[in-house]
């Protein structure tokens, strides 16, 4: 770079700095912050809006990677239909209600954007090969964060074990006293499980 040029840079950076330094001539400093902070509110409420959007059932079986394999299993469990008519839709075990956590995963989510472009699994055949290799981080994931958003709804400090069955109550109890979480006993709870052969079985207890 010419010593010209790097002088028309350096002063171009001076001025454009000095420029952000100075109140507008035209604008008051407060037309100024007032309208800094409507667009601030304007862009916040698009950017959660747009998040929202994303975050319904009907948008995550949009793709027919999600409609026609892991939704078809989905509707045949106690999550989709039960006594209490009380469902647990796609984002209440895979999007977590906390905003912090939920944009972290919103942006995780871009990958899989990413592999829906190149069509990694287009086709039954394709999600069957990489069924395990999914499971597997869905587990890893929520083996990570103790099972919380299953814990929107399961508690244990909430549970009365006088209303569970026997089986129920020891699988329970035990849990709580070897530190365990959710996902390390409901493994294929709300989808089938992928081929197990891979996985210690002991990893494995209880699918439904």
């Given at each position: 770079?010419?010593?010209?040029?790097?002088?028309?840079?350096?002063?171009?950076?001076?001025?454009?700095?000095?420029?952000?330094?100075?109140?507008?001539?035209?604008?008051?400093?407060?037309?100024?912050?007032?309208?800094?902070?409507?667009?601030?509110?304007?862009?916040w409420g698009?950017?959660?809006?747009?998040?929202?959007?994303?975050?319904?059932?009907?948008?995550?079986?949009?793709?027919?990677?999600?409609n026609?394999?892991?939704?078809?299993?989905?509707?045949?469990?106690?999550?989709?239909?039960?006594?209490?008519?009380?469902?647990?839709?796609?984002?209440?075990?895979?999007?977590?209600?906390?905003?912090?956590?939920?944009?972290?995963?919103?942006?995780?989510?871009?990958?899989?954007?990413?592999?829906?472009?190149?069509?990694?699994?287009?086709?039954?055949?394709?999600?069957?090969?990489?069924?395990?290799?999914?499971?597997?981080?869905?587990?890893?994931?929520?083996k990570?964060?103790?099972?919380?958003?299953?814990?929107?709804?399961?508690?244990?400090?909430?549970?009365?074990?006088?209303?569970?069955?026997?089986?129920?109550v020891?699988?329970?109890?035990?849990?709580?006293?070897?530190?365990?979480?959710?996902?390390?006993?409901?493994?294929g709870?709300?989808?089938?499980?992928?081929?197990?052969?891979?996985?210690?079985?002991?990893?494995?207890?209880?699918?439904?």
């Open positions: 770079m010419t010593d010209s040029n790097s002088n028309q840079c350096k002063g171009f950076m001076c001025g454009l700095v000095g420029a952000l330094r100075r109140p507008s001539v035209k604008y008051s400093v407060g037309t100024l912050l007032v309208a800094g902070f409507v667009m601030g509110i304007v862009f698009g950017f959660n809006t747009a998040m929202e959007m994303t975050n319904n059932e009907e948008f995550c079986i949009s793709c027919h990677e999600m026609d394999n892991v939704y078809q299993e989905y509707k045949d469990t106690i999550h989709y239909s039960n006594r209490t008519g009380v469902r647990a839709t796609c984002p209440d075990c895979h999007v977590p209600k906390e905003w912090n956590h939920k944009v972290v995963r919103k942006i995780q989510a871009t990958n899989e954007l990413l592999h829906k472009a190149l069509g990694t699994i287009d086709t039954r055949e394709k999600f069957q090969e990489h069924r395990l290799k999914l499971a597997k981080n869905v587990w890893r994931a929520m990570k964060t103790d099972s919380r958003e299953c814990r929107n709804c399961h508690n244990y400090d909430y549970m009365d074990f006088a209303e569970q069955g026997r089986r129920a020891a699988q329970h109890s035990q849990g709580l006293e070897e530190g365990k979480t959710c996902i390390d006993c409901h493994k709870i709300a989808h089938e499980l992928p081929d197990m052969r891979e996985v210690d079985p002991s990893a494995v207890v209880g699918s439904h």
